[in-house]
């Protein structure tokens, strides 16, 4: 296991900045992963504590010991990548052994270590195929089969699921969180899905244009999200977002919509007049019941849920509601937005406005 540091790091190309100031800080044994869109940075962030990109600035520390000039080999990080870089001329084995026979170990050394991570993971059967005669899934547990002979202290993966189908997906992301929890080494997982994030972490760091946007437990992410870019990324559907203007009534308040729209709310401690961004998340929301109405649009069954699109004051909204519901294009719907369910965001800068946490509201 590893701890890993990193004290205001940053990267440029040229006149081009691309990583802004990075402070995090990895324990022992966690499961860190890295999400964004693609070019916010976070495999150029991994490739650095790599050692396969140069650090700009700021220090990188493994286990207290500054790392910027260290050469990857030295690092002692096992690495998968997203492509398998598997030879296709060798057998399994012989790609897991590659690395060991590279630094000259004995197969005597190394030979119980590669049947110890090829029953780790159901590997045995395949031992002496080639590449060629093994799924996607098979191919990338060979490529963890081959940093995982290396003993690291930390594991490195950079988006080692995006070649696989749906399927394949679920299966290999419960694999990599089983392994981690049988070897407790540290984890750095970049991904762009927010669901390998939310079902994989220990704690998720949500990156942006180069900057961290927030660090937290995947759950703490989704309940209280710090800004509008972080709730609009992390939950599937994504969280519905509603302009307006809170105005201060007799009893409570009102988010007022561009287009006269009136939505009862309680705001606590926004102001009358504050430009605001209402967030609720699809599955928040209570169908057939509410003072709330909209129109459906679409119908979307899925099975376990069956999600709606509507417009509410204008702006796209989404329902997802639990089972199946008996509604078709056209049909008006009540809703109920719960307060206890309702995140409030300043329109101008994006940040959180209400700073208890919806659960406790309803405490």
């Known amino acids: 296991m590893a701890t890993v540091q990193l004290q205001g790091i940053f990267k440029r190309y040229g006149d081009n900045q691309v990583v802004h100031g990075v ?3 990895i324990a022992h044994g966690e499961f860190i992963v890295l999400v964004g869109p693609s070019g916010c940075g976070k495999t150029t962030l991994m490739r650095m504590v790599a050692g396969l990109e ?8 493994i286990d207290g010991a500054r790392a910027n000039e260290l050469p990857p080999q030295q690092r002692n990080i096992g690495m998968v990548f997203q492509s398998y870089a ?20 004995p197969e005597s050394s190394f030979r119980p270590r590669i049947e110890a991570a090829a029953r780790m993971l159901n590997l045995t059967p395949y031992l002496e195929r080639l590449p060629r005669a093994l799924s996607g899934g098979q191919r990338q547990r060979v490529a963890m089969g081959r940093a995982i002979v290396r003993e ?31 070897l407790k080494n540290t984890i750095i997982y970049v991904t762009h899905d927010q669901i390998e994030a939310m079902t994989m972490a220990d704690r ?20 209280r999200p710090a800004n509008l870019f972080v709730a609009g990324f992390i939950g599937s559907p994504g969280m519905n977002f509603i302009e307006g203007e809170i105005q201060r009534e007799t009893y409570g308040a009102s988010l007022v919509c561009a287009d006269g729209t009136r939505i009862h709310v309680q705001a606590p401690g926004i102001e009358h007049g504050s430009r605001v961004t209402l967030g609720i998340r699809p599955e928040h929301i209570v169908a057939g019941q509410g003072e709330v109405r909209v129109n459906v649009e679409v ?12 417009k509410l004051g204008g702006q796209p909204l989404c329902v997802a509601a639990a089972g199946r519901l008996a509604v078709q294009p056209g049909d008006a719907l009540s ?29």
């Open 204 to 223: 998720i760091v949500v990156m942006n244009a180069g900057r961290i946007e927030q660090v937290g437990a995947p759950l703490e992410l989704y309940d």
């Open 299 to 310: 119908v979307e069954p899925t099975g376990a849920e069956t999600h709606l699109y509507a």
């Open 23 to 25: 402070d995090l800080r």
């Open 86 to 105: 598997l030879y296709p001329h060798l057998s399994v084995y012989e790609n897991i052994a590659f690395g060991p026979r590279l630094r000259k170990e």
């Open 335 to 363: 809703l109920q937005l719960p307060e206890t369910r309702l995140h409030y965001f300043d329109s101008a800068t994006g940040a959180r406005l209400n700073q208890d946490h919806p659960h406790e509201q309803a405490a």
């Open 54 to 61: 140069d650090i700009s600035g700021g220090d990188l520390l």
């Open 152 to 182: 690291p202290a930390l594991f490195l993966f950079d988006e080692p699921l995006s070649n696989l189908d749906a399927k394949l997906r679920v299966q290999m992301r419960t694999e990599i969180k089983a392994l981690h929890q049988r």
